[in-house]
């Protein structure tokens, strides 16, 4: 053999010998839980790129083997042979809540490396951690009060009247809609924009700007779209003739550019009395009310008002696209909601922000879709020093047992794994919205926004919007599946809401529906 293929065998013996080396370590400080082997880690590259199979668990693996991962055990050791780092997977809250409840106490934290995206525009609520999160969250926590909640569902209901405006539906008996995920994107978007950022937008077309350039509500369109891509493409590549990266860097530097001028401007019209309650303005006012050792820089200001679009507008939209796909295979369930909305809204009165509460049926649809297909599909912490979990016994077994966590142990709550445990719900399979009727808004049963102080932050403005918008649309029409020939609605829902797959968030592919207009006696 020639020398360089000595070496070159030499340096990959050394390499096997250290992953098996490293792999053992790992395994046997964590084995308490059972083992499951696979090539890659799935959110790591090359995992991520393939697709789930038979014998490779790609980044949707969670939810293709959501009904055999924790047939057995709750809690499981996923070990990538090849690359990436084991860690474990659980299905169990109890457990959940010990690592992602984010007290100063925790000895789990999340990783810098996974929260690159979250970062781009500066640092934020969701992705500091101690007293940075404890700093930021004093400033943005205001933001999410009553007078943000009312903003959202008065701009959801003149969005949703706008959006029959000016698709056209007014007139129509029945609409086709191809891609229902194009106009849940389009309204998470715009609520986004006008609640979250304080700009003035609509279901129209966007007027040109007035220096001529990309209007604003464009950029964020733009920027909102390839957020992800511009993480992740080294900086040279945006340079290059490809219009869309071209686009996409004009509209990051214009928005970039336009926010700073923001900052500026609205600190001067909260110091002279502005009133606007969206949560940017909100968020400028407590930053001037605080102590100054307390008080967010400009940056910051920025990335929390980015984090309520990269944290809120997929999730939301998807959520709610899932929703509707639930109803148009779940007849009785839509009769049994529309009657509730018939008697708390009536056939003609503009829903109101008071009606919310009342509306508890139109909620429950909307957190039995979130529970089945959970956008916010994984949580992930590292433990920062050793420590222990408290793993209760399997159902039917009272009592927990004390499990050592060795520092650097990665651990992902499953939260497919959550939703379909039968610990925590029966027949997890079915869709029953009515698990959450009379269920109070805040309630921590719904695990799906996470529980204790990290759990999301925009829970409240996702279903103001989301019960809003669907009273005002099941009340207005009867939502039905776009079936192939000779197709069955039940084949049309085993097919359509079990396509579902993950880009960041998780959600169903995309879908036609078709509404028929009401007839209200
Ligand atoms: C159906 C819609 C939504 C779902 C399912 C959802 C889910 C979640 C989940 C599971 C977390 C915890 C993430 C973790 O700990 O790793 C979270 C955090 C967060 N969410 Fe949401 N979210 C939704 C909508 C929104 C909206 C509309 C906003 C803002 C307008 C928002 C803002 C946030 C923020 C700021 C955090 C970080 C909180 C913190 O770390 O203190 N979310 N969300």
């Not at 039995?368 to 297909?373: L, P």
Request: glycine content about 6%.
């Amino acid at each position: 053999m020639k020398p360089t293929a000595v070496l070159l065998v030499t340096y990959l013996m050394i390499l096997v010998l250290r992953r098996i080396f490293s792999l053992v370590k790992v395994t046997r400080t964590t084995s308490h839980f059972p083992k499951l082997y696979t090539p890659f880690q799935p959110f790591a590259l090359p995992g991520a790129l393939l697709k789930t199979s038979s014998w490779n668990d790609g980044r949707d693996w969670h939810w293709v083997r959501r009904f055999q991962t924790y047939n057995k055990n709750e809690t499981v050791n996923l070990i990538p042979i090849l690359s990436g780092i084991p860690g474990l997977w659980t299905s169990n809250m109890d457990i959940g809540r010990q690592i992602v409840g984010g007290s100063h106490r925790s000895s789990f934290a999340k990783m810098d490396s996974k929260n690159r995206t979250l970062l781009a525009w500066g640092m934020n609520l969701a992705s500091a951690e101690g007293a940075m999160w404890r700093k930021h969250r004093r400033i943005v926590g205001p933001a999410f009060g009553p007078e943000l909640y009312k903003l959202v569902w008065k701009k959801t209901f003149e969005i949703y009247r706008d959006m029959i405006e000016i698709e056209g539906w007014k007139d129509r008996e029945i609409v086709k809609i191809p891609v229902i995920q194009n106009i849940t994107l389009k309204l998470a978007f715009l609520l986004i924009s006008t609640c979250g950022f304080g700009f003035p937008s609509t279901w129209a077309t966007l007027p040109q700007a007035a220096d001529g350039g990309m209007p604003i509500q464009e950029a964020l369109k733009i920027v909102a779209d390839n957020n992800r891509l511009y993480t992740f493409v080294p900086k040279w590549l945006w340079y290059l003739p490809f219009p869309s990266l071209r686009e996409a860097h004009i509209a990051r530097g214009r928005l970039s550019a336009f926010m700073q001028k923001q900052v500026i401007e609205r600190k001067g019209s909260v110091a002279a009395g502005d009133t606007r309650t969206d949560a940017f303005t909100i968020m400028v006012q407590a930053n001037q009310d605080e102590a100054s050792k307390y008080q967010l820089d400009d940056q910051e200001l920025i990335g929390n008002t980015f984090i309520f679009l990269f944290a809120g507008h997929e999730t939301t939209a998807n959520s709610l696209a899932a929703t509707l796909g639930f109803m148009a295979i779940n007849e009785v369930i839509q009769d049994e909601v529309l009657e509730q909305i018939m008697s708390v809204v009536g056939p003609d009165r503009d829903p109101e922000y008071d009606d919310y509460l009342k509306l508890d049926k139109v909620l429950a649809i909307f957190y039995e879709a979130t529970r089945m297909i959970p956008a916010g599909h994984v949580l992930i912490r590292q433990a920062t020093e050793d420590t222990v979990l408290t793993v209760p016994n399997p159902v039917g077994e009272d009592g927990s047992k004390t499990v050592p966590i060795p520092k650097g142990t990665e651990i992902t709550v499953d939260m497919v794994g959550v939703q379909y445990n039968p610990r925590y719900f029966e027949d997890p399979k079915t869709y029953k919205p009515s698990r959450w009727y009379g269920l109070p808004a805040d309630s921590e049963l719904f695990t799906a926004f996470s529980v204790g102080p990290r759990a999301c932050l925009g829970r409240k403005f996702a279903t103001v919007e989301a019960t809003c918008f669907l009273a005002l649309l099941l009340r207005d029409w009867q939502v039905l599946p776009f079936l192939h020939a000779g197709e069955t609605k039940e084949a049309w829902g085993a097919r359509v809401m079990n396509d579902v797959g993950i880009s960041i968030t998780m959600k169903a592919a995309d879908f036609p529906i078709k509404l028929v207009k009401r007839k209200h006696t």
